[in-house]
């Protein structure tokens, strides 16, 4: 492994079946595909959509980390809304609320949806000359199954979508899919699908590579061996990188954070929450929410000091289903009520919803593919001296853009 880079890789893949009943209803025809917006208009739509894909991430992730069990969680939401956000445009009737009412899309229509993805993945790209951010979709189709051209011709467009046909009945179409996942994960994720069943006709996926170096490089000759604790009883030794620097930092009385910045612009930066050491991040979960958040973000301030963090990776994976049922999605998992109507005239439902993450974090750079409000404010904080923020416990870690707002990766870290 090259540790002077750092991997963050995510893909995401739903598959759908035929149901076994038949639908009587017809699909409805989708929206224009053209949308001709003011940019002040434009800007009001991204701003709307970063705000439902953010409200949509910490819902996610609450669930998520409720079942967590002190053990390491990283997922990329942005990888899942798209995933889902694509698969919405061939939703219809109670499916299509459910899902509006999941990712927090109340008040869009599916053309503003499809188009601020759009920018908005054009704006992500971009955002770094020494950032690499990669976005990339696909459909796998079954070559004797009939497919709504309004659906697959509104991915290609606005998701910048592959379509393809396969024999799924033949081997090597099971090779073909994974190929193309390790391709667009550079080689950090190899395998997304295991088979394919013969009631499989559709492969939705969707992957993201993130490669960043850190515009204030750690100094390997500072890495030393040092002591994390796990838990209250329970130590490992890892690699404890430092660097002093201005950064932008907080401090309260149930947190230190501070954001490491990537690359030459500063637009993408690692976000990490390290909870005070009366606290843990069990206690922490119950104020992280899109409000908190938000309000968070308007409260850092410049410092110089010193930071201290383990140099590790990790690898993850989670079949979303159960999750996606408690944020109110579940009907898309039912044979007998899902209505995909603009997908197939032939019924269909989701059979699953897969989601693998790696990361790796050195000394260069990164490489990878509560609902209870409790009231917090900031205390005040000396800014005259320096901080120092050593992360040798259990934290959690957002990679956000500044410019759109957008929750790349998140994760909580109990074990690095």
């Known amino acids: 492994m090259n540790w002077k880079i750092w991997f963050f890789l995510t893909a995401l893949i739903l598959s759908l079946n035929p149901q076994s009943f038949s639908l009587l209803a017809k699909a409805e025809s989708l929206p224009p595909h053209h949308l001709s917006i003011t940019q002040n208009e434009a800007m009001n739509l991204e701003k709307r959509l970063t705000e439902a894909h953010t409200k949509f991430a910490f819902n996610l992730f609450a669930e998520i980390f409720s ?11 942005s990888s899942i809304s798209i995933a889902l956000s694509m698969l919405y445009n061939g939703a219809n009737s109670t499916t299509q609320e459910a899902m509006v009412n999941s990712l927090q899309l109340e008040g869009m229509s599916l053309t503003e949806i499809n188009r601020t993805n759009q920018l908005l993945r054009e704006n992500l790209i971009n955002a770094d000359p020494k950032v690499q951010l990669a976005i990339a979709n696909s459909l796998w189709m079954r070559q004797d199954f009939s497919f709504q051209s309004g659906f697959i011709d509104s991915n290609k467009q ?72 796990l838990n209250e009883n329970q130590t490992k030794t890892v690699n404890m990188m430092s660097h002093f620097g201005r950064y932008k930092y907080l401090e309260n009385e149930q947190f230190k954070a501070v ?33 908190n958040w938000q309000n968070w973000m308007t409260e850092f301030n410049y410092q110089e000091g010193t930071v ?38 032939n019924p269909v439902f989701v059979s699953g919803v897969k989601h693998k993450t790696f990361l790796e974090v050195n000394e260069k750079g990164t490489e990878a593919a509560a609902v209870t409000s409790i009231g917090m404010r900031t205390t005040s904080v000396n800014l005259d001296q320096p901080f120092r923020m050593k992360i040798d416990r259990p934290f959690f870690c957002v990679i956000k853009d500044e410019k759109t707002g957008s929750i790349l990766f998140m994760g909580a870290i109990f074990n690095p």
Not at 67 to 77: H, I, L, T
Not at 201 to 214: H, P, S
Not at 324 to 340: E, S, V
């Open 259 to 291: 954001n490491l910045p990537y690359g030459e612009e500063k637009r993408l930066g690692m976000y990490i929450f390290l909870p005070k050491k009366y606290s843990d991040l069990e206690t922490f979960s119950q104020v992280l929410n899109a409000e």
């Open 67 to 77: 079942q967590a069990k002190n053990d390491n969680v990283f997922v990329s939401p």
């Open 158 to 229: 606005f998701y910048q979508a592959e379509t393809k046909t396969l024999d799924f009945a033949n081997t090597q179409s099971l090779n073909i899919i994974n190929n193309w996942v390790k391709e667009n994960t550079k080689g950090k994720i190899d395998t997304i699908i295991e088979e394919i069943s013969p009631q499989d006709v559709m492969f939705l996926i969707n992957a993201i590579y993130f490669k960043g170096e850190w515009t204030y490089q750690f100094d390997k000759n500072k890495t030393k061996e040092k002591q994390f604790s």
């Open 308 to 345: 201290e963090m383990p140099r590790f990776q990790l690898e993850y994976e989670l079949e979303l289903r159960q999750i996606l049922n408690k944020l109110g999605m579940g009907i898309i998992f039912d044979p007998q009520k899902a209505d995909f109507s603009k997908i197939s005239q």
